[in-house]
């Protein structure tokens, strides 16, 4: 019997070696990027933690004029400035696999020092309660703060577990000093 505790601890910890972290096998790195800096960092999480990453596709792409954020009549000043906050993209893409996660690490970029609106989109297509929900972000420098106590505040039921803003230079060594 010690002997099989003892093979059972020696197993786990080689997953978790493996996986540099100690997030569950089921994680899902769920994120939106329009322009590739999320996608990267996206990327780089599901590498280090042995994750399956999955992209949320927009149903209208967004092209350069509707991210000119100096046009206040471009898609995403209309999406992001609106009075009531109640715009939701469309999403082109199956996300179902997220309903199997117990575990998402969600990214997207801060628009307006927060989070785009399809995130609004994601989080109320499947029913994320019950799920340990990590957030990340890239930006030009706005951090995360802000993006986090709006959906803490918008999905009060949702376990929104931490937060980190990532830069270019981070490395999957920044990646498990936050997962871990
Ligand atoms: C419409 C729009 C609004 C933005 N608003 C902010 C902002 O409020 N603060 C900030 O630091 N960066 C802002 N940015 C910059 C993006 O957050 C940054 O470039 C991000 O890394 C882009 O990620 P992506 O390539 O994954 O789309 C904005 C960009 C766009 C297109």
Not at 6 to 18: F, G, P
Not at 55 to 71: G, M, S
Request: with cysteine.
């Amino acid at each position: 019997m010690k002997l099989k505790n003892h093979l059972i601890k020696l197993c786990c910890a080689a997953a978790l070696c493996l996986s540099g972290s100690a997030l569950a096998a089921d994680t899902v790195v769920l994120y939106f990027s329009a322009s590739g800096n999320t996608q990267a960092v996206a990327e780089l999480i599901a590498r280090t933690v042995n994750a399956e990453s999955l992209a949320i596709t927009p149903q209208e792409p967004y092209t350069a004029a509707d991210l000119n954020w100096h046009d206040e009549k471009s898609r995403t000043s209309i999406e992001m400035k609106g009075s009531d906050n109640k715009v939701r993209p469309a999403i082109a893409n199956d996300l179902s696999t997220v309903k199997d996660a117990s575990t998402v690490v969600l990214g997207f970029p801060i628009w307006w020092g927060t989070a785009p609106r399809i995130i609004n989109t994601a989080l109320e297509s499947y029913d994320f309660s019950g799920k340990k929900i990590y957030i990340f972000c890239t930006s030009g420098g706005s951090g995360v703060e802000q993006s986090l106590a709006d959906l803490k505040a918008a999905y009060p039921n949702y376990n929104f577990v931490a937060a980190r803003r990532f830069n270019f230079g981070d490395t999957t060594d920044n990646v498990k000093s936050w997962l871990k």
